[in-house]
Structures are given as structure tokens and as C-alpha cells.
């Protein structure tokens, strides 16, 4: 009896794969667009991923610089990537594709699936999970508070542990948005208790398998390898790059890799509906509200807005030395996909400029420009007033001594230090110094009892007892806000640190 197997002659597969990277390799070329990756073509440099989809089909695609820079391996529209927080869309789909089996509601109170998260008094929605108004101190900034490292392995249990120590949220739930990435590692969780199997299981056998996305997946095993994955660089002060790449192995946040052509068949359910339905893309992409009624840029992982007069849905990623950007003009079945292994790469940006490409006489005039918010005014601190108060020796000596979190589990270190006070270091509960980038800092003086460290910008506020001594501080980190201090001993301040 004949075989029904389909042949699979390694020389056939060969031949396959030759002739679809000749295909890729004679398309018509695109100077305007390929401009604008011209940096990236450099001898020895990371770079990006592109693919233009119009109408359910890729019209443009291409890969430039190297996706392995120690064995010279270039990038293809084929090379997988780490996307960061534009997985964000996928957990956001996973639990709607829940909802629609009746496992959970949007409207349900988180601890009907997360007991050990603190009862603060008020109810916390997974709906407040999805769209960032939960008030929950981003997980992400408590790790590094706490001095664990992007290469550092971290699991579902240290994420969830840390923010289940948490005493106080930013804000009331629904009364303000903050993005956090606990929330959607959070729903990782959620979708594991709620479906009984990882979001990595769920996404692929209800996302990934029936849209054909083959080369896609929530790597949740450090250990794991992916076919043609880029590693990630950041370029070194001194020239050449150095490895960024990530061991955490939560999900939810991020984690999802993938190639710019297995996100097209995401990008085109948007229109066909064929996972989930018109009612999940309508929900999906529905835009949050505070409970004040003013209605935010956000849906459930996914933003919502303009450009250039044109709607547009969007969500980028950035994680380790990997940069991405799913750009899609809805109303004009329109996309680009850009995705990149070096910490410079603006995604964003690129995928706007290739978007005039194609989309420009479309497109109202150019806006004008608008200063971008340094990172402290983009996460509500102020930077320092010009008239900073002046401190002598002594004062300075005042605040030095050691601190601990008990919601982090560490002792912050503080210091005096060529005449300036310093935070030093993190020691763990271990009593032994953690490693951290932002060791030996100076705080700079910016009102009473009030210190800002530049980079990161990390804002102190000490306390003091009825006889007037320090006796703690409170740390104000970007996503996470009012971390307290206690002061548990003093150190000399005479000599140097």
C-alpha cells in the first residue's frame, strides 16, 4: 500500500528553504525604507527584523545586521526574537479566550485566584490587571530594588513572592493608571490556576498552533533553545557590544519569541476574527476607565491612539538588549512589524518611518516635535531644583547608616563618600553585599530630609523620631512608590566608603 505520509526527503527540505530564501532575497527592493535601518548594516553590528503587511499579506520584508555577532549569523524575517512587553497582547487574549469559556470573568476579584496577594482594603479586578489600574508596585522595580540582575534566574515563585510582600499599592485600585508589569504576570498566573496549564501551554495549543504561528512561544525555561533566536546586545562605552539577555523564566509581562512573519498572522486576526470572534476583538481592544470615567490610551495590552491623523493600535516591547514594535493602522488593514536584538534601536520610531513610506500622502501633516519626558517627569519626579539646600559634614552624618526593607528583604547601605553621601550598596538577609549597577550613587540634596539619586532616578525621604534622629526613609522608584525604610544601626562617618 502506498504511503500517505507526506515526503519529507532531506534534500527536498533543502531545496525548499533555498528556494524561499531566493524568493525573499529577489524581492524589489525599497530604498526609503531601507534607509532607515542603514546603521544597522554596519560590519559587526546587531540590528532588525522588518516585515510591512497590507491587506492579509507581507509586501516587505528584510533583515538586517547580525543576529549572532560571534558567529557572524545575519538576520533573516525569519529569526526569532525576545518581543518584551509586546507579549503583553497575548496574556491580555489568553484570558479573554477564557472569559468565552466561561473560567473566569474580567470582573472577578484577583484573589479568587490569588489568595496570597495582601487584602488592601479595597477589591482588585482582573480588568484592573489588564488595562494598569491596579495600584500594584511593578515586580520588575522591586527586583531590582532588591539587586537582582537581568541575568539573574528568577521563576514564578520569586515574582510572586515579592509582590505578595507588599504592604501598601501606589493608588487606590481604578483611581489612576500606572503601567506594571506585576499585573501581567500576574494573569500568568491566573490563566495557570484558572485553565490548569502554563500560559505557555494555553497560548499555544488556543493562539499560536491554530494560527499557524510556528515559530512562536513563551519561553519560560532559561534553559530552552529556540531555532534561529537572536541574541541581544547593548553597545559598550568603550566600542563593540556586550550580551543583554535575560534568565527570567515568569511569563505574562513578556517572554513571548517570535519571528516579524508569525506576527503577521496575529496581526491578521485582527480582521479575520478567526481566534476569538468580532466580539474578542472588540473587547481587546477596548479602552480602559478610571473610575473617575476618564477613559485611558490603554486596552488590554494594546495601545490606542493616533498618529498623524490616522487610528493606529500599537504595543512596543523592550527587554534586556531586545527591542520591538507592532504598529497597526487598522483602517488601513496597514502594519509594520519591527523587531530588534540591540538596546539602541528605537522601534518605535522605525516603524513610524516606514509607515510614511507606504502610508504618508494618507497622513495628516507632521506633528510638530515634543520634547520627550525624561524618565523621571515620565514617572512623576521631578528633577532637582537649581537651589538644592546645602548640607554641611556633619548633617550629611546624620543619614548614614543601614536600612531594611522587610517587603524586600534587604538592608540599603548609606554612605559618605568623597563628601557626599552616597548609597553604597544592597546587602541581602544573608548579610552579604548584592551586586547592583546603581551602587555607590550620589544623593543629591533636593528639599528637608529629602535626597534624588540621578540614575536611576530614585527619590529618598527620611523620617525622623521625637528626639529629631533618622530613623528610616521612604524610596519613590518610577513604578513603585513609598517602599518604606527602617533604620536598624548607624555606621561611622569619619574616612571614606
Not at 484592573?128 to 539587586?147: E, K, M, P
Not at 516591547?317 to 496597514?334: I, T
Request: glycine content about 10%; overall charge negative.
Amino acid at each position: 500500500m502506498p504511503s500517505t505520509r507526506p515526503f519529507s526527503h532531506p534534500l527536498a527540505a533543502g531545496l525548499f528553504l533555498a528556494a524561499a530564501a531566493l524568493a525573499w532575497a529577489q524581492q524589489a527592493e525599497n530604498p526609503a525604507v531601507d534607509q532607515a535601518f542603514g546603521d544597522f548594516t554596519k560590519p559587526g553590528s546587531p540590528g532588525c527584523a522588518l516585515a510591512v503587511f497590507r491587506g492579509g499579506k507581507i509586501i516587505y520584508e528584510k533583515g538586517y545586521g547580525l543576529a549572532n555577532l560571534e558567529q557572524n549569523v545575519p538576520i533573516t524575517p525569519q529569526t526569532a526574537f525576545d518581543i518584551g512587553s509586546t507579549s503583553k497582547q497575548f496574556t491580555a487574549a489568553s484570558i479573554l479566550l477564557l472569559e468565552k469559556q466561561g473560567k473566569l470573568s474580567v470582573r472577578d476579584d484577583i484573589h479568587k485566584f490569588l489568595p496570597e496577594i495582601p487584602d488592601y482594603g479595597a477589591p482588585i479586578t482582573i480588568l484592573n490587571l489588564l488595562n494598569h489600574t491596579s495600584g500594584l508596585r511593578d515586580y520588575l522595580t522591586l527586583f531590582s530594588l532588591a539587586g537582582i540582575n537581568l541575568d539573574s534566574v528568577t521563576t514564578d515563585d520569586d515574582a510572586l513572592a515579592i509582590i505578595a510582600r507588599q504592604k501598601k499599592l501606589n493608588f487606590p485600585p481604578g483611581s489612576e493608571y500606572l503601567y506594571s508589569n506585576s499585573g501581567y504576570f500576574l494573569l500568568s498566573v491566573i490563566v495557570k490556576r484558572a485553565s490548569g496549564e502554563s500560559l505557555r501551554d494555553f497560548a499555544q495549543e488556543n493562539i499560536f498552533t491554530p494560527l499557524g504561528m510556528t515559530h512562536t512561544q513563551y519561553r519560560d525555561d532559561h534553559t530552552s533553545l529556540i531555532p534561529n533566536r537572536a541574541l541581544a546586545y547593548d553597545a559598550k562605552d568603550t566600542g563593540g557590544y556586550e550580551l543583554d539577555v535575560s534568565y527570567f523564566e515568569q511569563t505574562g509581562d513578556g517572554a513571548v519569541h517570535t519571528t516579524v512573519e508569525d506576527l503577521q498572522r496575529w496581526d491578521e486576526n485582527f480582521y479575520s476574527a478567526q481566534i476569538g470572534g468580532k466580539e474578542f476583538l472588540a473587547e481587546i481592544q477596548e479602552p480602559g476607565k478610571l473610575t473617575s470615567g476618564k477613559t485611558l490610551d490603554y486596552a488590554k495590552g494594546l495601545g490606542i491612539g493616533t498618529y498623524r491623523g490616522l487610528r493606529v493600535v500599537s504595543h512596543g516591547g523592550s527587554w534586556g538588549g531586545y527591542r520591538a514594535q507592532l504598529l497597526r493602522f487598522p483602517d488601513q488593514h496597514f502594519s509594520v512589524a519591527c523587531l530588534c536584538n540591540t538596546g539602541n534601536a528605537d522601534t518605535s520610531a522605525l516603524a513610524r518611518s516606514v509607515a510614511e513610506s507606504y502610508l504618508g500622502p494618507q497622513m495628516a501633516a507632521q506633528e510638530p516635535a515634543k520634547a520627550a519626558p525624561s524618565p523621571s517627569a515620565a514617572q512623576g519626579d521631578a528633577a532637582p531644583a537649581a537651589d538644592s539646600p546645602k548640607l554641611s559634614a556633619g548633617q550629611l552624618a546624620a543619614y548614614v547608616g543601614d536600612y531594611w526593607s522587610e517587603e524586600m528583604r534587604v538592608t540599603y547601605r548609606i554612605a559618605i563618600h568623597e563628601g557626599g553621601l552616597v548609597f553604597q550598596e544592597i546587602i541581602g538577609p544573608d548579610l552579604v553585599p548584592r551586586p547592583a549597577r546603581f551602587s555607590h550613587r550620589e544623593l543629591q540634596p533636593t528639599a528637608t530630609d529629602e535626597f534624588r539619586m540621578a540614575r536611576p532616578r530614585w527619590t529618598f525621604r527620611f523620617s525622623r523620631d521625637a528626639a529629631q534622629s533618622v530613623n528610616g526613609f521612604t524610596l519613590d522608584a518610577g513604578r513603585t512608590q513609598g517602599m518604606a525604610f527602617v533604620r536598624t544601626g548607624s555606621r561611622p562617618p569619619a574616612g571614606e566608603m
